[in-house]
């Protein structure tokens, strides 16, 4: 009787880290062999094992420059694209810091996920501190900053950091083949947005002037206001575009019906065709556009009640 010993070689397969965590691979040989002339197929034991999740993240400043500001502007945005390149579901965490190299301190840093995805900041974008991100998947981020009311000097810059960070950790060295393991290629990333100060930028002024008779500001007496938009800074050879002016009249004063000009051409007071209007005690005014030395002036008269 002939016995016949066939050995198998395990050879190993590396699978791409696109193939998803926690996927079951059974491997089986057969081999074919003539014994005393007849064929038989002798099988292998079956070799399993679970594909094993990387942890492979990645992070990256998308804006093509530092975004422009100017002093007192709200909710500037820098914009960034997290991906997480591991073959599984992965849980990361986000913070974000202000490089102190930086000539000046944004406020009120807050991280947003892009929802709708539209590359956009609006009001359906969501505050986080943390996301889920499917393997081979990506995430549109935004750090939003208010800049300081203070003196910026032109190209002055601002450093912001977002940090991500994987709550996976390694597993143990020694290979479990029917659990998922986890293997961390790259476990956090960050990148630093930059925020420049604009040589140009929108100047309001408000002025007042009392054109009761008597010229003093008392019960009954008559205020105008006056608002001038202008382009400030060292070049003001630029054009500022679709500017939407809000004012608050206080509660003390009281509009007066049909006063609203914008460049001495008179608003009507309702929401039409013109670009002003009253709502409540708010005053609306949109300009569309202003450039070069050109100044628009808005005026519109209360009474101190």
Do not use: C
């Not at 950091?161 to 956090?188: F, G």
């Not at 608003?267 to 708010?282: H, P």
């Amino acid at each position: 009787m002939k016995i016949i010993l066939i050995f198998f070689m395990l050879i190993s397969t590396i699978f791409a880290k696109g193939t998803l965590a926690g996927k079951k691979i059974n491997n089986q040989a057969t081999v074919n062999v003539n014994i005393g002339g007849t064929t038989y197929n002798i099988h292998s034991n079956v070799d399993k094992f679970v594909i094993d999740q990387i942890v492979d993240i990645n992070l990256k400043w998308q804006d093509d420059k530092a975004i422009d500001v100017a002093a007192s502007e709200k909710q500037r945005v820098l914009t960034f694209i997290l991906k997480n390149e591991g073959n599984g579901k992965d849980t990361i965490n986000l913070s974000s810091e202000h490089n102190k190299t930086s000539a000046f301190v944004p406020e009120n840093r807050k991280i947003y996920i892009d929802k709708n995805a539209n590359g956009i900041f609006d009001d359906k974008d969501k505050l986080v501190s943390s996301i889920d991100l499917n393997a081979d998947k990506s995430a549109i981020l935004f750090i939003v900053s208010d800049i300081p009311d203070a003196n910026l000097t032109a190209k002055e810059k601002a450093y912001e950091i977002l940090k991500a960070k994987s709550t996976k950790k390694s597993s143990s060295k020694k290979d479990r083949p029917n659990s998922v393991d986890i293997v961390v290629r790259k476990s956090e990333d960050n990148d630093t947005g930059i925020y420049i100060v604009r040589d140009y930028f929108l100047q309001s002024i408000k002025s007042k002037k009392v054109i009761s008779g008597d010229k003093k500001a008392h019960t009954g007496s008559t205020i105008e206001y006056k608002i001038e938009l202008s382009i400030g800074g060292e070049n003001k050879d630029k054009v500022i575009k679709n500017i939407d002016l809000k004012d608050v009249i206080s509660s003390d004063s009281q509009y007066i019906p049909n006063s609203l000009k914008l460049n001495g051409v008179s608003l009507s007071d309702k929401i039409d065709n013109d670009n002003g209007y009253i709502k409540g005690s708010t005053v609306f005014v949109h300009i569309d556009k202003i450039e070069g030395n050109n100044i628009a002036t808005i005026t519109f008269d209360v009474k101190i009640k």
